[in-house]
Each structure stands twice: as structure tokens, then as C-alpha cells.
């Protein structure tokens, strides 16, 4: 796996992988950039998410869970000092339906916490991770 990051102004960069997809990156106006893009603490957050999100999604369909919806909420806190590294993640993965066995959605949310999410594991190493579920009709 490659990036490249390029600036763009100030402190504003825009980087892209192998995928060939530019995401920008941006700071605060008070520290030289101009709020135009996400912070890369942020990428890195929503990166975890979409990681144990697509297994979780991948693994419910495999098990032809009759799931509506799918959303998560991730709130990640951090150190005071600098490096202000994450100290703490919450997910909460929140999954949409009728008919759907808790069972099945521990199973995938285990499943994507020991064996596929890669971004889990290295996050894990130095953070400590809490995952919760809620099933909700829609």
C-alpha cells in the first residue's frame, strides 16, 4: 500500500492512496490553514469505522441477516498533552430491522474485532476500544 500527500496552501494537503481517490486535509485557520478539509485525527477515526463497518455489513449479508439500515457512531477521546494520541474509542454500531438475532450481530461484530479489521488491531496495540450494538426497527 502507497500515499502520496501533496500541499496544496498553507497547511492544507490533499492525499490519495493506491486507489487514485484525493481526500483533503486541512487545520484551523490559528494554526496556518483554512478549514477545508478533515483533520487527519478525524480520517484516522472514521477509517476504523469504515474498516469494522464493512466486515460487520459484509458478514450480516453473508449471514442473510434481514438488516435495513446500518449506521455507526465512533467517538474516540484523546490525550491533553501532545501527541494528542486516542486514549479511548467507543463504536456503536446501530443496525436497522425486523427479525434480527442479537446473536448474530455479536457474532459479526467479534468476528470483525479478532479476526478481520486490520484498523482495529493496530488501533487496539495503544488504545483502548468499547464496542456496543443497538438493533432498532425501521
Not at 481517490?21 to 487545520?27: A, K, R, Y
Not at 464493512?54 to 467517538?75: A, C, G, Y
Not at 479478532?114 to 443497538?134: D, F, G, Q
Amino acid at each position: 500500500m502507497n500515499a502520496h500527500i501533496k500541499l496544496l496552501d498553507g497547511i492544507t494537503l490533499i492525499g490519495k492512496g493506491n486507489t487514485n481517490h484525493w481526500i483533503p486535509m486541512d487545520g484551523p485557520e490559528k494554526h496556518g490553514g483554512s478549514d477545508a478539509g478533515s483533520r487527519p485525527m478525524e480520517l484516522l477515526l472514521i477509517g476504523l469505522g469504515g474498516c469494522t463497518g464493512m466486515d460487520v455489513v459484509s458478514i450480516l449479508k453473508k449471514k442473510r441477516v434481514p438488516f435495513t439500515d446500518f449506521n455507526m457512531e465512533l467517538n474516540a477521546e484523546q490525550s491533553e498533552d501532545y501527541p494528542k494520541v486516542f486514549t479511548k474509542i467507543k463504536i456503536k454500531y446501530i443496525i436497522y430491522g425486523d427479525g434480527i438475532d442479537d446473536k448474530d450481530v455479536a457474532r459479526a461484530i467479534e468476528l470483525s474485532e479478532t479476526k478481520y479489521c486490520s484498523a482495529m488491531e493496530m488501533l487496539r496495540k495503544s488504545t483502548k476500544i468499547e464496542t456496543e450494538y443497538e438493533i432498532l426497527k425501521k
